[in-house]
């Protein structure tokens, strides 16, 4: 009785293991999804940054808090270009969080909006100015949810 007891807990126990492993296995592509849109979120932020990056400096000559010199001034078809660039990212926006897809939505419209006041030749040092503080609200943003690397991270395992 004894021996069957032990082969009923051996099996038992082989059953919980094999059980634990193909449910560990199942989840592996659900981690993996999660840690490639986190790198995708990431690649987004920079390339959304890079873009108002650009265009930062010739909206702070507009507000007239940069001087004209040493600063560079991009067309007004520039700016448009980069609207459209910057609409066509928004349907990458559910990558962020939920306070950055807010945020960036925003400040695109803002932007798109804007860029057309520049293209009409109406836009006021105001409406430079709150582009710009939106601009930089963003980037502060992003620098909170990994827009900047973080010298604590931990190095992705393949890249050890």
Do not use: C
Not at 9 to 21: D, N, P, Y
Request: hydrophobic content about 45%.
């Amino acid at each position: 009785m004894l021996t069957f007891l032990s082969s009923a807990i051996f099996w038992t126990a082989l059953s919980a293991i094999a059980t634990f492993l193909v449910a560990t296995i199942a989840l592996l592509p659900i981690f993996r999804e999660g840690f490639a849109n986190k790198a995708k979120a990431r690649a987004l932020r920079v390339m959304l940054m890079v873009n108002f990056s650009k265009v930062r400096p010739t909206f702070e000559y507009l507000e007239g808090v940069r001087e004209r010199e040493n600063t560079v001034i991009l067309p007004e078809k520039y700016i448009l270009e980069i609207a459209n660039r910057l609409q066509d990212y928004s349907s990458s926006l559910y990558l962020l969080t939920t306070h950055e897809q807010d945020e960036v939505s925003k400040l695109i419209i803002n932007f798109i909006y804007t860029a057309e006041l520049h293209r009409d030749e109406k836009l006021s040092k105001d409406d430079a100015h709150q582009l710009v503080a939106h601009i930089n609200k963003v980037e502060d943003l992003f620098s909170q949810h990994g827009y900047y690397h973080k010298e604590d991270e931990e190095l992705p395992s393949s890249m050890d």
